[in-house]
């Protein structure tokens, strides 16, 4: 619609929008309004919907379908004058129709909180400390017997048990002079060091020999139980577990590899690539904390609170991706919807304060979103949904500017996101530089959301 509008600045992040509505485009809504009112009135004569105007007029009076113009015009003009001068309003708009109510041009003032413009300092001197990427001698080894483990061979031993082997038993267990019900069991085969029952299980077969019997008491794992636990374990006998030799008959029974050396090396880069990404992710949450910590003026709780309704609707619609519900949800977290919504507004404020300081950094260093980086957003966007960048520009973006806009809002704060990372002083935790080089992920999919660093082209 064309509208006439104007913008006046107020106290508290406020503006006041003043808007007149062309005569002419309120009239197309007047007749709007009239010909949905005939398909809901009925007059001697007519059929449904074929009044015309002016007898409806006659009958109902010139402002019976005021009201419903009205209703269609304005928060179109509201909208429509916002976008023109923009506003960023960040909460409902407060309408006053100044003019026009009963008849004649309408005008009416707007009255909106918008988003803060805050100025912060020091974004280009942050230090993060993330783990080192790099693999160690010890991880690879771990990873590796972890999978000789999974081809290993039992064999009966002589000595005292140690964590990992296997100990077979005839267990007899008791509360209160009662034997209880899955704690008595002949033959039962446990790993010594996994915790699995009480820890006094684990602490008593360290150092034992097949034919002890051992007698103890533990601590019952319910709390609202009271007594001890008593148990009776006869060892019947002890087992470990030989580990195949790694070699290149082992990599190729165990692997797609016909070698050590490169089941070793494709173990190493998977060690590699999950300790890159755990460090990204890690350098993320550091510098969203840190750049939040930078902003001191006071978070509109209106910015809070659309944090808190997104991280709601992602919740909802992971929590759908996996077919439960939202109630499920609440009552296998024990906790109700008002006071999870409460949890949700510390992270939301923390949120909403970051991305207040990416706006003052972007604004304090002329970070703008180039075309191209526009387009990089719209795949990445067409990607998640299965659809070409041509496909969602012609099925969601292409007649609505506003999309758009949100668009290039996003592609701007991945950019900035950017400038802000590139300046990070990384240390690892024994306060070594780490090369930024060392976190480059070999393809996007290792990026935490919303991590942009310097190998992507955007």
């Not at 002016?54 to 269609?72: I, K, N, T």
């Not at 209880?180 to 360290?206: F, H, K, M």
């Not at 990607?383 to 809002?409: C, H, I, P, W, Y």
Request: net charge negative; aromatic share 4%.
């Amino acid at each position: 619609m064309t509208v006439k509008s104007a913008v006046e600045p107020l106290e508290g992040n406020r503006v006041r929008v003043s808007v007149d509505i062309d005569p002419e485009e309120f009239e197309k809504k007047l007749d709007e309004a009239f010909r949905k009112l005939a398909r809901e009135v009925r007059l001697p004569g007519f059929r449904p919907g074929k009044a015309p105007r002016r007898v409806l007029e006659a009958r109902l009076g010139p402002a019976a379908a005021r009201g419903e113009a009205l209703s269609d015009a304005v928060p179109e003009c509201y909208a429509q004058a916002i976008m023109d001068h923009g506003v960023d309003a960040i909460a409902p708009p407060e309408i006053d129709i100044t003019s026009g109510a009963e008849e004649g041009p309408v005008s009416f003032d707007a009255v909106v909180e918008i988003r803060p413009l805050v100025a912060i300092t020091g974004y280009d001197r942050l230090r993060a400390e993330v783990p080192n990427p790099d693999p160690t001698e010890a991880e690879i080894g771990e990873q590796l017997d972890r999978l000789r483990r999974q081809f290993g061979e039992l064999s009966t031993v002589a000595r005292p048990a140690i964590d990992g082997d296997q100990v077979t038993m005839d267990v007899y267990g008791s509360h209160n002079g009662e034997e209880v019900e899955g704690l008595t069991v002949d033959d039962y085969t446990y790993e010594v060091g996994q915790s699995a029952v009480v820890p006094e299980i684990d602490e008593q077969l360290q150092g034992a020999k097949a034919g002890d019997i051992l007698e103890f008491n533990a601590q019952h794992p319910d709390d609202d139980e009271d007594g001890l636990l008593r148990f009776r374990i006869l060892v019947k006998d002890v087992k470990e577990t030989v580990l195949p030799d790694f070699d290149d008959e082992f990599a190729r029974e165990a692997s797609e590899f016909d070698t050590a050396e490169e089941l070793r090396a494709d173990i190493s880069g998977s060690i590699a690539r999950a300790k890159r990404a755990g460090a990204l992710a890690s350098l993320d949450r550091q510098v969203a904390e840190q750049l939040a910590d930078l902003v001191d003026d006071d978070i509109p709780e209106a910015l809070v609170d659309a944090e808190v309704q997104h991280r709601v609707r992602s919740l909802q619609m992971r929590l759908g991706s996996q077919g439960i519900e939202m109630q499920t949800y609440l009552e296998a977290i024990d906790q109700t919807a008002e006071e999870m919504l409460e949890a949700l507004r510390v992270p939301a404020r923390q949120d909403a304060k970051t991305d207040l300081a990416l706006r003052a950094v972007a604004a304090a260093e002329d970070i703008e979103a180039t075309d191209r980086d526009v387009d990089f957003e719209l795949s990445a966007l067409a990607a998640q949904v299965g659809q070409t960048s041509e496909e969602l520009m012609s099925s969601v973006f292409s007649d609505d500017e506003n999309r758009l806009k949100g668009v290039r809002l996003d592609a701007q704060m991945r950019k900035t996101r950017k400038w802000v990372l590139e300046r990070v002083e990384i240390t690892d935790t024994d306060g070594n530089p780490v090369e930024r080089s060392s976190l480059e992920p070999d393809d996007e999919s290792e990026l935490p959301p919303n991590t942009t660093i310097e190998s992507q082209n955007t």
